[in-house]
């Protein structure tokens, strides 16, 4: 039988030491955006902003699909600002907008279902249906040219808000 040296199993474990330590994930960081108390305060009255607020910024949000349809979407967070997705995102979940001051984008685009609604119709007004469901929002900003909604009638990103603020 071949003995092993002690150079050889220290040179193993090292091995199978800084293989398996290269298989953990690294520990993700936010940077915080800091507000002083008496803007936090004056945010608060308003707005429903989680403390410390999120830095968008700080997280690489590149996403390779090769060979499926995502290919043409393109990275458009180079141009993400922190405050303009701070505003988006209060936006977003913002009731006093709607035309009822009761319904948000986020009442049918629920994040925990990737930001569509899990029924078949939405809710809209008073409890009537909408036409069909929410569509989920991934990427929409780098959607590019593509058209919007099932029957591709917006052309535009923006023309697809203004469709859907429109049948609510």
């Known amino acids: ?27 993700e960081e936010l940077t915080q955006i800091s507000y002083t108390e008496d803007e936090m305060a004056v945010l608060a009255q308003s707005l429903n902003l989680p403390n410390p607020v999120y830095n968008y910024l700080s997280n690489d949000f590149t996403i390779d699909f090769p060979g499926r349809p995502f290919d043409n ?14 505003l988006g995102r209060v936006l977003f979940y913002e009731n006093k907008i709607s035309e009822n001051n009761a319904v948000a984008c986020g009442s049918c685009h629920h994040q925990d279902h990737a930001f569509a609604d899990p029924v078949a119709k939405s809710e809209g007004f008073n409890g009537d249906l909408t036409l069909r469901n929410s569509l ?20 535009s990103v923006q023309e697809q808000t203004q469709m859907t603020m429109q049948d609510h």
């Open 136 to 155: 989920s929002l991934g990427n929409v900003s780098g959607y590019g040219s593509h058209r919007f909604f099932w029957d591709e009638r917006a052309h």
């Open 1 to 27: 039988m071949h003995r092993k040296s002690p150079l050889q199993f220290s040179l193993l474990a090292l091995f199978l030491g800084l293989t398996l330590s290269s298989c953990l994930r690294d520990k």
């Open 73 to 86: 979407f393109t990275n458009s967070f180079d141009d993400v600002h922190n405050h303009q997705a701070t």
